[in-house]
């Protein structure tokens, strides 16, 4: 199952639904319209709410488009020191020389703290990487020896 | 000869892609196509990753330890896992489109150019990629494009190509290590495609046989490490999409019938060439509900090339964990499902009307990500209608944050093809946000169709029942024919190697 929005569709979407509030289809069973419950909306705006504060992570992904993954993900917790004077590398040594197709990078409420009670000293977060493929001159590898 | 690069990591957490498959590996190897010094061959590219293969089983038996290949790590089932050790075949991805003269049998009546050889890493959008540059396109394929080819036919998928079939049944030969590291090309006696010559520039040897050709097409990995496969592409095409919205009630009686006059398409009567219905199991059947996405095959012409940018875009997504916080809490709040699916349908299936595109375009990536959980039905076509309706019983007295997506399959010769009802498996999809009581909805189907003496087969890659009864009364002959096959062609400790805890479950490792 397909299941991509961009952001940009998303909005178009949102304006969509809002002309359609008023004729929108019933439940098949016998409950009230799910919108003229008074409960039922509180529970919508709970759901909001709980879809903003329980994810456990911040992430952010380099991704470009389209890009087969040689790999695994693989992760590393690095800890850049000292308001950024030390800086932490990765040398991804199971990319073989390919490059990466991946990266996320992420931090969560455990890493912001630590963040706050060192005062910046150390600003922990997460790293991970897929390695890109193989290729051949026509971008996939590609031959011709069969 | 030069020794093949062998990497691996010990004890690593294996998770899969949709992320509700989590276990500890021994070992997780990455199989590359390089020597050990990490050079690529210039000729024979595929020659390190195979020869990698076989010394990796060789490795897992002299360890006495089970070995099991990975592709893209889309199942969402165990039929990929062991705890032992598992072999990343993604680097694996040579492909070679056309087979020349001397490398086909003087059998083969098809045309030689549409042959396509693939190793087991290459993903669909790969292959898609390849065919396209050449004006070939893959007779059918899953609806997205993030699995390894041999990955998706070796449990079974399949798209909504009515007449084709599933992946597997355009694979027309494969390229197998199995016990001691030795490799075979085993292809049906009956269709035989390539020459003794082909087989000697593999340096393998040829098996011809239909039932170990069929037992192993769908096996997932079960009797050996799947090095390659053989596959027959056919000339591009377009297809012209569309999505209408209906209400349950105007699609019902198409099920089981797939007579779609009732549904005014733009070609009248004609069944598509992809047919699919998306229900929301919780709108009202006299009302939108049921969302019918159909294709015909055009011709093909070329197209207005997509504007390509080198600016950098920004795009805003839902968080890997939304669907894990939306089984969350449909499993404390469960009246709230109905308006999360209704969102969801609503979103993703705006109407379309014609839209051209290749088959690439129209089977891209899949861009959410996140816990999902699914299974998925094969019952036969007379069976469809009564199989719906049994999910939407369920989904109403059960809620769950899930959808069914009803497609139609030619029967599969592969004897574990779980599209092997006559003429055409209805197979009804069942994606829903990760949770436990998505799970528990799926029992609860599972029992349904039961207590309906509705005769149904399970996705292989998708969640199963831990039954062996079920699969025996699923496959029957045809499971005892898998069965005899494996033991021919492997021996007792062979079978253990290429065994896992799913096979155990259903009653196949024997």
Redesign the interface.
Known sequence: MQLGVEAEEYELQRGRRARRASSAPHAATAAPPLQSTGVLGSLKVLLVWLLFLLPGCYRARLAPPEMPHATQPKSETVWPMFWGLAQPEIAAGNCMGNGVSEVTVSTNFGFVMLTLVTLGITSPVNVEWRCAKDQGPSGENEGDEL | MPEPLI?FESN?R??NWHRNVQVEVAR?Y?A???WSD?S?PT???WEPGLRALSRIVQHAEADGKRVRA?GG?WSLSEAAVTRDYMV?T??L????????PE?VDPAYAGNPEYLV?TQC???V??LN??LE?RGLALPTSG??NGQTFCGAFSTGTHGAANMVGSMQDYVAGLHVVGEGGRDYWVEPASRPVVSRK?CE?LGTELRRDDRLFNALLVSFGSFGLIHAALFMAVPIYLLERHVRPYSYDRVRPSLSTLDVSGLDLPDGRGLPFHYEVVLN?????D???AYVRFMYQRPYSALPAAPTTTDTRV????????LS??G??GDV?P??L???V???L???F?PQDGELGTPAQA??????RGSVV?TELGVPLLHAENAVEAV?AVA?DFPFAGLA?VRYVRASAALLAFTHHEPFTCTI?L?AAGSQRALEAYDRIWNELERRNVPYTLHWGQILKNDPAHFRRAYGTRLDAWLAARRAFLTPAGRRTFSNDLLERAGLAS
């Open positions: 990497v690593v294996f998770v997780l990455d590359w196509n390089r990490r690529r000729t024979r590219r990975l790590a990343n993604k680097p991805n040579y492909v070679d489109v056309g087979l020349k490398n050889f890493g290459t993903s959008l790969e990629r390849i540059r609806a997205s082909f520039t199991p919780y709108a009202r059947r009302r939108q509900g795009i805003m997504r839902p968080s890997d964990d939304v916080v939306i969350a809490i709040a009246a709230l109905p308006y999360a209704e969102e969801l609503e979103r993703e705006e089977f891209g990536s899949t861009t959410l699914s939407l109403n997506a999809e994606p």
